[in-house]
């Protein structure tokens, strides 16, 4: 089927990819002067034939918010918009109240997977009607990671990134506490290799995961991350979790622990936050600060 990817970034044109080669037609439109298939946002609604699917992978906030505005403009009764990128789920009721006075589906969508999600899926945690599910159904299975798992229709508008949040929150707490572990490691003066001794956690261990899979990775492309800065921005989603959580008096201890660093690491350069800076771009391709950088 076709669908139209809007923003052609980290995520966004390695899923349009994912989605060309189990053979749908995704047509691509960027906002920047990158490699795209049409120029504009009327040019793309004019090229996918009714009734169109239209993902939009751009920054969360303002730029979402513009875009699903505009779309909605374009589009016409019985055309969906999936909104993929990592929007506060509290956005995404006003967005499908307003897309539903005309006739237009919307549906949430946290993506997970990161730079790796070409090779090994994007994991999808959908929200929306199951009308409008349905109709998109062939889309999230080319996307998604192949096997059980890997894919949910979390619940109605808002459930998808409600999800999305509340797995960034954990992923903030788990990436804390590696880059805890580590700095530990080589602070005490009794490990003579402690690089070995986070690969030798990577089998058979109850640490063992994708996330320090991605740290051993971090280890061998700039060992001890001498020249990495510890400085880490934090997306929104894990200060989110937190907020919500204390809105709904639900204790979030480690979550909570866990965002500050990314605060602290603003004014200093600790070690773990050489850890945190790392998994990050690892996972989502996000940039490093390196000593001698200008």
Known sequence: MQVGMVGLGRMGANMARRLREAGHDAVGYDAAPVPRDV???????????????VWTMVP?????????????????????????????????????????????????????GGVWGYQNGYPLMVGGALEHVRAAQPIFDALRPAGEGGYVHAGGVGAGHFAKMVHNGIEYGLMQSYAEGWELLGSVGLVDDVTAVVKSWANGTMVRSWLLDLLIRALDAEPGLARVQGYAEDTGEGRWTVQTAMEHAVPLPTISAALHPRFSSRQEDPPAMKVIAALRNQIGGHPMRMTGDA
């Open 39 to 53: 120029g504009s946002l009327a040019d793309l609604v004019t090229r996918l034939s009714p009734s169109r699917v």
């Open 60 to 112: 969360a906030g303002a730029p979402t918010r513009q875009t699903i505005a505009d779309l909605g403009g374009l589009l016409e009764p019985g055309d969906i918009v999936i909104d993929g990128s990592n929007s506060r789920y509290t956005e995404a009721a006003p967005h499908a109240e307003r897309l539903s006075a005309a006739g237009i589906g919307f549906i949430d969508c946290g993506v997970s």
